[in-house]
Antibody
């Protein structure tokens, strides 16, 4: 069974750093792209970027470039989203999803999301 | 970036109704169009990919079609569990982009 398990909710202050994770199981992690999607409170879905854990090839949305970094460790089937200096506007749910290659990279299995709250 | 425009933004319907949700891309996306369903407090769920291919396990009352840059999601006979928010998304080019969502309510 394909599963994506995401790290737990986080409460941080502005300026702090954070790394959240997404661990895959039930499939060959290094053979699929893993995507990240943001959902701000009460808002729609925003595609942040994708990474191919096999060689760490990464495609990132310009809207998020420089704000957050995407990485992966194929040896432990885990992808990451990392901030060096959080802002209040980073408050959101962050979903990871597996992407299969058909008509582009299609996000087929999703994790439950990690709620990140940034507040002073 | 490719802009995706969904209509309507919200829709009231009843169980048994046939519902159509539209999505238009700002440029050609070669049918690289996906539909997702999201229920409150849950992650999105893939319903249809490549404009018309039903994801495994998704009921056959859901269908998708394409005509140029115009795409539609049709639910043939609404069931109580179908009340949710629906998003279209293009996977043709990076960055992938979502429509703003259509809230389907009773």
């Amino acid at each position: 069974e394909v599963q994506l398990v995401q790290s737990g909710p986080e409460v941080k202050k502005p300026g702090e750093s954070l790394k959240i994770s997404c661990k895959g199981s039930g499939f060959t992690f290094s053979n699929y792209w893993i995507g990240w999607v943001r959902q701000m409170p009460g808002k729609g879905l925003e595609w942040m970027g994708i990474i191919y854990p096999g060689d760490s090839d990464t495609r990132q949305s310009p809207s998020f470039q420089g704000q957050v970094s995407i990485s992966a460790d194929k040896s432990i089937n885990t992808a990451y989203l990392q901030w060096t200096s959080l802002k209040a506007s980073d408050t959101a749910i962050y979903y990871c999803a597996r992407a299969f290659s058909a008509a582009g990279h299609v996000l087929d299995y999703w994790g439950p999301g990690t709620l990140v709250t940034v507040s002073s | 970036d490719i802009h995706m425009t969904q209509s309507p933004s919200s829709l009231s319907a009843s169980v048994g109704d046939r519902v159509i949700i539209s999505c238009r891309a700002s440029q050609s996306i070669n049918s690289y169009l996906n539909w997702f369903q999201q229920k409150p407090g849950k992650a999105p769920k893939l319903l249809i990919y490549a404009a018309s291919i039903l994801q495994s396990g998704v009921p056959s009352r859901f269908s998708g079609s394409a005509s140029g840059t115009h795409f539609t999601l049709t639910i043939s006979s609404l069931q109580p569990e179908d009340f949710a928010i629906y998003y279209c998304q293009q996977s043709y080019s990076t960055p992938q982009t979502f429509g703003q969502g259509t809230k389907l309510e009773i």
